[in-house]
């Protein structure tokens, strides 16, 4: 069975830095579309970044580049989102979703209606 765990959040003060982990078991990260999602409260979900697995491509949103760095590590079959440079309005619960194809190759990356599995989130805090 399909499954993921996003982990890594945590309350952060502004400046400080967290990375986020996407552990898949049940199947292996190749050739798969990876995102992280954020919703902050009274929000809409939004989509911050991506990664294909099958070329390492990446997408982020304005907000985060510069700041954050999506990458994978096949051995350990997780996605990491290191998120520096963390900012109060970076506060939000963090999601990773899976999708079976290239999505950055489409320009769908950042939409989360395209992606086929959702974890259950973690939550980031940002406050000093």
């Known amino acids: 069975q399909l499954r993921f765990v996003e982990s890594g959040g945590g309350l952060v003060q502004p400046g400080g830095s967290l990375r986020l982990s996407c552990a898949a078991s049940?199947?292996?990260?190749?050739?798969?579309?990876i995102g992280w999602f954020r919703q902050a409260p009274g929000k809409e979900r939004e989509g911050i970044s991506c990664i294909y697995s099958g070329d390492s491509s990446t997408v982020y949103q304005d907000s985060v580049k510069g700041r954050f760095t999506i990458f994978t590590d096949s051995a350990k079959n997780t996605v990491f989102l290191q998120m520096n440079s963390l900012r109060v309005e970076d506060t939000a619960v963090y999601y990773c979703?899976?999708?079976?194809?290239?999505?950055?190759?489409?320009?769908?990356?950042?939409?989360?209606?395209?992606?086929?599995?959702w974890g259950q989130g973690t939550q980031v805090t940002v406050s000093s």
């Open positions: 049940g199947f292996t990260l190749n050739y798969y579309t």
């Open positions: 979703a899976v999708a079976r194809r290239n999505l950055i190759s489409s320009g769908w990356g950042l939409i989360e209606s395209v992606y086929d599995y």
